[in-house]
């Protein structure tokens, strides 16, 4: 397994495969840019300057039930963490006969970088209201 720490989203996409008498299966597709900026000095004004020659773009396929969480959480911009594999597969192109391949992240999880998230709102299990703030969770007798 490999853990990617910091993918930004680009595209992300939500399908439902349906493979004949099989069940459908969820599929998400992304377009994920992988940050291996690394610092390489100080700008003008004394800040940190990074260095982004080692970044690359990465398409991200995740399967099954899972996905369905990721709905409406995951958009373009998002900060992401992903376990999952490499996958690389060729193929001979059927109109010109040339080999063709890619590389693909088959993810098995996907979670929004702590470092993105600006606010966070609880919701009881069901959808319902939001929890009231006085409400620690702390499980202690009032």
């Known amino acids: 397994m490999i853990t990617v720490e910091r993918g930004y989203v680009h595209e992300i996409e939500f399908q439902s495969i349906d493979r004949g008498d099989e069940p459908a299966r969820d599929l998400a597709r992304m377009r994920v840019n992988i940050d291996r900026s690394y610092r390489d000095g100080e700008n003008e ?16 396929e995740m399967w099954g039930v899972r996905t369905r969480s990721l709905r409406g959480i995951v958009n373009k911009g998002a900060r992401i963490l992903m376990t999952g594999r490499y996958d690389n597969s060729t193929w001979t192109d059927r109109e010109s006969g040339e080999q063709r391949s890619r590389m693909i992240f088959v993810a098995s999880q996907v979670a929004i970088n702590p470092d993105s998230i600006e606010s966070i709102a609880y919701r009881k299990k069901g959808g319902g209201d939001d929890i009231p703030e006085d409400d620690t969770g702390s499980g202690e007798a009032a």
């Open 45 to 60: 004004d004394g800040s940190a300057h990074y260095n982004h020659d080692r970044d690359f773009w990465i398409n991200v």
